[in-house]
């Protein structure tokens, strides 16, 4: 049977497009096959040639992925050992630090003795610090410092400061930003007890009057008090003292009495002393103490205010020196008038023979020398002839008005 467009005859024309008829792309060409099959033998050639190591390639490179992720875990595994390390060493060394800083902070243990620790006008703070620690206040200047940097540094005024050895921080913060808590009193040659007592008696915690309240109490006395008496004048030794927090009046007293005697000792002071002048020891204080208002200035005219006493003593004269009716009056310096010569007090040596009753001030160590050893004269008068203070001595009377006389044309008084 023939088919339409067959080759037996003429192609009939359907009633439907008729497709085109094309090659397919990838079909090969006898020319290409030819030289498929060419290049297929080179190729199985090469392989030959190659020999094994084409064949094992592909294992090759699985190999090398396991090694390079071996690699890769041991590398990971060495930072975090690193890590751990480093994170481990660091914990320990904050809590290192943290012990340490806690040990020092709050001073684990009894407070210690007292110590004093004094600051001076412009120091600086580190410089208080080290001297707290250095005085055993605090163990650690650092820990301190760092305590500073989250308490805030307190103020530190000019002063002393009564603290105890192994002090917490907060504690030592507390006492110093409250200001100086030791008060210094100074006892200077020519002070009387009264003087002496308003500066103890401004002190908190000292009530008015409480300081002479005690001296004349007998609760303390001088191994040169003499028998029977309470008074303490001229017998507290001259100088500095810092008063600390919560000392009592006896307290006080006390230390002033003891460096007296320490003082007069130092200078010589004994029964045997006082008698080679025919005194007792406490009547060669009270001559100190004249000796030391009337020839304090400059020192060197002490000896012979003592030897003009001793004279006048001697030949039955009353002393007549201005110093013991200007403390009759409870005066300090100043002139004496002659309403102030006729006062009635056994302390006006214008009118009472002898000596005064008492000391009339604390004297100083070159006083209490000068009275234990005047030098050789028979001066009766003496009277200031230089505006340095400088004094002329005589031994008549008309020699005195004639000093007098001078000191006036230098316009002395």
Known sequence: MSHPGGPDGPDEELPWPRPEHREPADQPTRVQAVDAGAAGEAGAAGADEAGDEGVTEPADDSGSRAERRAARAARVRRRRRVVAVVGGALLVVVLAFTLWYQLESHALGPEGKQVVVTVGPGEATNEVIDALSQKGVIGSSLAFRISNL???????????????????????????????????????????????????????????????????????????????????????????YLILPGESDVTILRFMVERFD????????????????????????????????????????????????????????????????????????????????????????????????????????????????????????FVVVKKDGTEAFSDTYAEQLANEQLAKSRGLP
């Not at 401004?202 to 008090?225: K, L, R």
């Not at 002048?277 to 406490?282: C, V």
Request: aromatic letters at 8%; one cysteine or more; a negative charge.
């Open 150 to 240: 989250f308490h805030g540094t307190p103020t530190v005024l000019p002063g002393s400061y009564a603290l105890h050895q192994n002090q917490t921080f907060s504690e030592v913060r507390a006492i110093l930003a409250a200001g100086p808590n030791i008060y210094p009193v100074d006892v200077r040659p020519g002070f009387t007890l009264h003087e002496v007592a308003d500066q103890v008696d401004s002190i908190p915690g000292h009530a008015e009057g409480g300081f002479v309240a005690v001296a004349n109490s007998g609760a303390v006395h001088s191994v040169f008090s003499p028998p029977g008496s309470n008074n303490l004048e001229g017998m507290l030794g001259t100088g500095s």
């Open 262 to 381: 320490r003082d007069a000792r130092a200078a010589g002071l004994s029964v045997a002393s006082a008698a080679a002048l025919g005194m007792t020891p406490y009547q060669i204080i009270t001559v100190a103490s004249v000796v030391e208002k009337e020839g304090y200035h400059p020192t060197s005219n002490m000896p012979y205010v003592a030897r003009v006493i001793y004279n006048r003593l001697a030949q039955g004269l009353p002393l007549q020196m201005d110093s013991t009716v200007l403390y009759a009056l409870g005066q300090d310096g100043g002139p004496v008038t002659e309403q102030d010569l006729k006062i009635q007090s056994p302390y006006n040596t214008y009118l009472t023979k002898g000596l005064p009753p008492t000391p009339i001030c604390m004297p100083s160590t070159a006083a209490l020398t000068a009275a234990l050893h005047p030098p050789a004269g028979g001066w009766l008068y």
